[in-house]
Structure formats: C-alpha cells, structure tokens
C-alpha cells in the first residue's frame, strides 16, 4: 500500500507509519487582520502572526497588500482575486483540519490514570469557516455526515451567564470539567437542534452542536460574527479511531483562530511557541469531548492536536497530562478492520466505571495489568534493538497486544463481531490482534507477522469482505492540527491563485475520496504546502 494514500477500501489494509515532516524554508511573519469580536479576549492576547504566503492569501477579504505579493502578478489573478473580494466580506473562508488516531495500548486503563500509547492516522476532520456579512446575525453549523445542520441567533444565545465575572474563562485556561449551570444555560439553545428526530440521533446532533455551543459561548462574546461552520470527516464515526476528538480539536482550532488568540502557525515558528499554541487548541477540544463523551481521558485530543504518536497518561485531572512524544514510533505492520458496529465511547466508558464500583479491587488489578503491558510495549518499541522486520520485535509486542485485548475483554468492552475478526486472523494465524478505542465495537488493529503469504492475507481479506467488515488504509504518525488560511488550494504550478474552497463546493465533494481531494492536505500526490502545521517535533 502507498504511505501515500488515506482512502477507505473494501478489504483490509495495512497502516503505516508517516517518515517525519521536513521543515519548509523559513518565511518573514507578519500579523493578519482576522475580523475578530470585540471584547472576545482579555487585551494580553498574543498577536496572531502566520507566514507571509498567509498574508498575502488574506487579501481575500481584509489586507489589501496585493503589491507586495507575486500574486497579483497577472490581471487575469486580479479579476480572480476581485470576484472573491465580493463575495467574502469579513475575511475569508478557512479550513482547520486534524486527524484521527488508534490507541495501540492503554484504551480504558487511561481514563483511570494509567498511560496509554497513541498514534495520529491519516484519516481527518475537516472544518471550513465562512464569515456572513455583517448584518448577519445568526451561526449555522452543516454536519452533512450526521445530516445535521442548524442555525442559532447569536443575539438569542445566552453570553450574560457564560461572561459572569465568576464563570468566565479565558483562551489560556484549563478547564477541567463543565460548569453545569452553563451546561444548564445552554440547554434551550440545544433542544432545538434536530427536535424532530429520533431521540438516538438527535442524541447524537445535540453532543456535537453541545461541544461547538460551549466552546463558542466560552471563547467568544455577543459581537461575534455571523459564521457558517460546515465539517466533513473522513473518519468513520464512533469506531474507535477518535472521531469526536478530531471534531472537537477542529472547532477549537477554528473559534481560538477567529478571536485572535493563536499564533502561527507558519513555518519557522519556534517548536516552544509551536507548543503553547497546540497546548490552547488541545485545552479547548478537551472542553468539546468532554461534551461529547462526558469523562474523556484527553489521549484522542491531545494526539489529534500534536499529532505524531505518543504516551499520555493524566493522574490528576485538575492538572495538564503529561505527554511523551515517541518520534521514532516504528513503522508497524497493521491491519485496521472495522466491525461497522456502531457503539459510544461514553457507554463503553460508563461500563468500565460501573464495573469498578461493583468489583473495585479486581477492576483495579486489571487495570495496573494494563498500565504494565503499556510500560513494557513502550520500552520495547523505544529500543534500539526493535526492528519492525524482525519476528522475535514483532512477536514481543504482538503479545503485549494479545494480552492488552484479553484484559479488555475482561473488563466487558470487547464485542462478538470484534472476537471473530480476531477468530478470523488467529486462524490464519497472521499476526496479533486487539480492539483499538473504547470497544464495544468500532475497530481492530492486528499486528502482522513478516512473512504472511498472499494466498493467506487474501483469503482473509475475502472472508472478511464477506462477513461485512470493512478496512481502512491510513498512515500512522501524521501531523497534527492543520490551517488552510484562506481556503485555496493550488492545483498546478501555472495556477497562482488555484481554486478558492466554497461552501458548496465543500458540500458537494463527493464521499471520503472528494473531501481528500479537495481539500486533504496529502491530497493524492502526497504532502499540500498550502496547508501550515504548528511544529512541536523538535
Ligand atoms: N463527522 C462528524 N460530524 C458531526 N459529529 C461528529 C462527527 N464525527 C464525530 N462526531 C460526534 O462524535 C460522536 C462520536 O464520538 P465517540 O462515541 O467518542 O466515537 P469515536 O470513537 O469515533 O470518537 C458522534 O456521536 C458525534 O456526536
Ligand atoms: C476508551 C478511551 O480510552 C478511548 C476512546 O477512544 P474512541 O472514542 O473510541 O476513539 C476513552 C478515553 O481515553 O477518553
């Protein structure tokens, strides 16, 4: 498989592990005029610096600084540049993106304090941000692959009780849990939202509209602009690989962008400033998981924000994680099958919590199992004598991982259709294999052996196939959080000003292979420039 690609397919497929990001050269940094509300911020807000190629695209619709660009250099690039002046009046449309990921060890044990280890995918979220005139009082949100969308006033949502003095929190802030009377107060606001349909769905449209409207209501205030906010994802929802995660980091991205609280990202940003950026965003999307799922651990935010791989593990919950980053995360033979059975990471969460309460010292033993395989599959993989070719590397850990599922099994979060995809590969008896994410359903990730024949690793693919699973290929390690500022990709070097990503182009593009080519920021020819990453990997 080409580390190249990140489609869905019908047969299994292996992951790979993404070589590291090379720098871009440096470029000067200069401050962009993003429409920002009054009073959203306290006045210690940083200045929002991005690189000179991100001013010169915000000509769009606030900095007039054509001259200075190369790319005003044709007239036919000016009438371009003219037509979208007019029909983007505050600023111009923005793409956030960031990525899914797969707990390779620790799923459940990390709620309860223990460490886990995690890993970016290629497979993202997509959110495109479009400011409305200014007479435009209203935010509407498009989430065509839950079909929901909805519009608030912005004068009707209730700022007052989200700005007390004792309520009030800040872009730097830590927030550790919701404040329930602000969840109270956003309650009206959320009843609305898809009111006519069945209660599971409209379940699911409230918690994600939920993780928008407190972070919304949190960072901006009653002079916030009238925004569309429309989110694709080329992830499979509630299967384990971080969909709610990699929304919510996108939504903070997107809401710290427009009230100016961000700096970056460009390319010769310093890895430390890198980091506090990617820090505030993480902080935030912990806030929209933690309405989507009540009592997240922080591994899938905080590995959607940073990308790349690494252990997290989070004792205290009033404190920030603490985060290893494992650069040199190897380049592991995986299948990533998905049962297409569909479950929510609070459910399965809320099992493991019950549990605990009524067999708390057995709980707790499984658990501290977990937390030791995850020590100990750490220390083999940051080994310098683990080699992802070797059998006696891959053997070690793959049984890590046989034991790691069978103690999730034990803790009541495996599934039927998750035992027979392990049923299926054990025998073939092709490599190891455990379920990745809160279980219950969701996805499997099997480490493979290095000498699987073909006849073998077809057959497996066809019964699979058959039994109606489905697979993904993705790459394991990928960048984190990302900005499309303005949304424009280039598609050819004669292209200056390339295509200007609307709205409806947006919506149109079709399935998971039309977002990724229009708008992924590997596209299908690997890596897209125009899209800026904050760098913390140095
Ligand atoms: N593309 C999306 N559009 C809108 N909401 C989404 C999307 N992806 C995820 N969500 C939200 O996240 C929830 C799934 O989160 P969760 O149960 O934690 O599963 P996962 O393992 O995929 O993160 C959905 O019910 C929905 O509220
Ligand atoms: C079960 C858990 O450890 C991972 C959940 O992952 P996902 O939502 O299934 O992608 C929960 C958490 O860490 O918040």
Request: hydrophobic share 35%; proline share 6%; with cysteine.
């Amino acid at each position: 498989m080409s580390s190249g690609s990140s489609k869905k397919s019908t047969g299994s497929a292996s992951i790979q592990l993404k070589k590291p990001h090379s720098r871009s050269s440096s470029s000067s940094t200069t401050s962009v005029p993003i429409s920002t509300p009054p009073g959203s911020s306290p006045s210690t807000s940083p200045p929002l610096r991005m690189s000179r190629l991100d001013t010169g695209v915000a000509i769009n619709g606030i900095s007039a600084d054509m001259e200075n660009t190369d790319l005003a250099s044709t007239a036919d690039a000016r009438k371009k540049a003219l037509q979208r002046k007019q029909s983007t009046p505050m600023m111009p449309p923005f793409l956030v993106s960031a990525p899914g990921k797969v707990i390779a060890f620790g799923e459940h044990a990390v709620v309860h304090g223990k460490a886990a280890i995690a890993a970016a995918i290629s497979l993202r979220s997509y959110l495109l941000v479009t400011a409305l005139s200014k007479s435009k009082r209203t935010v509407s949100l498009r989430f065509p692959d839950i079909n929901m969308s909805h519009t608030w006033n912005l004068d009707e949502l209730p700022w007052s009780i989200f700005s007390q003095p004792s309520k009030k929190k800040y872009y730097y802030d830590l927030v550790t849990s919701l404040d329930p009377e602000l969840v109270a107060a956003m309650k009206p606001h959320l009843a609305d939202v898809s009111s006519h349909a069945p209660e599971d769905i409209r379940k699911v449209h409230q918690s994600s509209a939920s993780a928008f409207l407190y972070i919304l209501l949190s960072l901006g205030s009653q002079s916030f602009p009238g925004c569309l906010y429309t989110l694709r994802s080329t992830l499979p929802i509630s299967a384990g690989l971080g969909s709610s995660a990699s929304i919510s980091v996108c939504i903070a991205a997107a809401l710290l962008l427009q009230i100016r609280t961000l700096s970056g990202p460009h390319p010769d940003q310093p890895s430390e400033e890198a980091r506090l950026q990617v820090e505030r965003i993480n902080r935030w999307a912990f806030v929209g998981e933690m309405c989507i799922h009540g009592n997240p651990s922080g591994v899938d935010n905080t590995i959607a924000t940073q990308g790349k791989a690494a252990m997290f593990i989070r004792k205290d919950y009033s404190r920030p994680p603490s985060v290893k980053p494992l650069w040199n995360f190897p380049e592991l033979p995986l299948l990533l099958v998905n049962t297409k059975q569909s479950r929510s990471t609070a459910t399965e969460v809320a099992k493991v919590a019950t549990l605990r309460k009524t067999h708390p010292q057995i709980t707790d033993s499984i658990l501290h199992a977990i937390d030791k395989i995850t020590e100990e599959a750490a220390e083999l993989i940051t080994n310098e004598d683990f080699d992802k070719d070797e059998m006696s590397s891959l053997e070690a850990l793959g049984k890590l991982m046989t034991l790691n599922h069978g103690l999730l099994v034990a803790l009541g979060v495996s599934h039927p259709r998750l035992e027979r995809i392990r049923e299926l590969v054990d025998h073939e008896g092709i490599g190891w294999t455990k379920l990745t994410g809160a279980g219950g359903g969701g996805c499997a990730i099997t480490l493979l052996k290095p000498d699987v024949s073909k006849e073998r690793m077809q057959r497996l693919e066809a019964t699979l196939e058959e039994e109606g699973f489905g697979k993904f290929e993705t790459t394991l390690g990928c960048d984190g959080v990302g900005v499309l500022w303005p949304a424009v990709l280039k598609n050819g070097v004669d292209d200056d000003y390339g295509d200007e990503i609307d709205q409806e182009k947006f919506l149109n593009a079709d399935g998971i292979e039309g977002v990724e080519q229009l708008v992924g920021v590997r596209g299908y020819t690997g890596e897209r420039d125009a899209w800026k990453f904050w760098r913390v990997d140095s």
